[in-house]
């Protein structure tokens, strides 16, 4: 579990986004993940993070990891998000995949880093930029 707070927290460094501001921590999904945010089909929930400007939502599931980055990939071209280059992760294994997918155009963006486990399957975590709220 630390090991994979370390991965997040590079994450968010390597956005330029820093660790400042909220920290806050969850076994559930975030209730306001945007549309373009999906969780894997069948996978179980890890833990959701909201690091100030970004929020984290780790899952496990049984998918091989090159099935997970597919999934990601398809679903990114039908959202509208372009693959760009991700950052490679502090601490990344050499069997770790990662995906960055952006919308220039609408600031939208999700990362996605798939760790095989040696027990079979994959953990899997989403970071996204949280939208900024509309002033009222």
Do not use: H
Request: glycine share 12%.
């Amino acid at each position: 579990m630390k090991r994979l707070i370390v991965a997040f927290a590079a994450v968010a460094a390597l956005s330029g986004l820093g660790l400042g501001g909220c920290f806050k921590m969850d076994k559930t999904p975030p209730k306001d993940m945007p549309a373009y945010v999906k969780l894997y089909p069948g996978a179980t929930q890890m833990m959701s993070m909201n690091l100030g400007g970004m929020e984290v939502d780790v899952v496990t599931t049984t998918a091989a990891p090159d099935d997970v980055i597919g999934f990601y990939r398809t679903q990114g071209a039908s959202d509208g998000l372009s693959e760009t280059a991700a950052p490679t992760a502090s601490g990344a294994g050499p069997n770790d995949k990662q995906l960055a997918l952006t919308d220039a155009a609408t600031g939208r963006m999700l990362v996605v880093v798939v760790k095989p486990q040696s027990s079979g399957g994959s953990v899997v975590s989403l970071t996204w930029k949280v939208a900024a709220k509309a002033a009222s």
